[in-house]
């Protein structure tokens, strides 16, 4: 091989290696976009279980562990 055909494959190398690399951090910026996005939708889902638990305590009996106050030990 000459040198201007290794030059030139060099330059195509380059060319491909930044072409992915531009793919790459594309899809790592998708992928992170979607883990947020994820996340979030496991908060809101935690946030409505944790309201229903707080409606199931108030429906519960006087004298219910859920009805004592947190820190206070069972007699």
Same mark, same amino acid.
């Not at 996005?37 to 707080?54: E, F, H, S």
């Given at each position: 091989?000459?040198?201007?055909?290794?030059?030139n494959q060099a330059?195509?190398?380059?060319?491909?290696?930044?072409?992915?690399?531009?793919?790459?951090?594309? /899809? =790592?910026?998708?992928?992170?976009?979607?883990?947020?996005?994820?996340?979030? /939708?496991?908060?809101?889902?935690?946030? /409505?279980v944790d309201a229903?638990?707080?409606?199931?305590?108030?429906?519960?009996? /006087?004298?219910?562990?859920?009805?004592?106050?947190?820190?206070?030990? =069972?007699?």
């Amino acid at each position: 091989m000459n040198i201007n055909s290794e030059m030139n494959q060099a330059i195509i190398d380059l060319d491909t290696a930044i072409q992915r690399h531009a793919m790459a951090k594309k /899809r =790592e910026s998708e992928a992170r976009n979607d883990t947020c996005a994820a996340m979030n /939708r496991v908060n809101d889902a935690q946030k /409505r279980v944790d309201a229903l638990v707080a409606e199931l305590k108030k429906l519960a009996p /006087r004298d219910s562990d859920w009805n004592r106050p947190q820190g206070i030990a =069972e007699r």
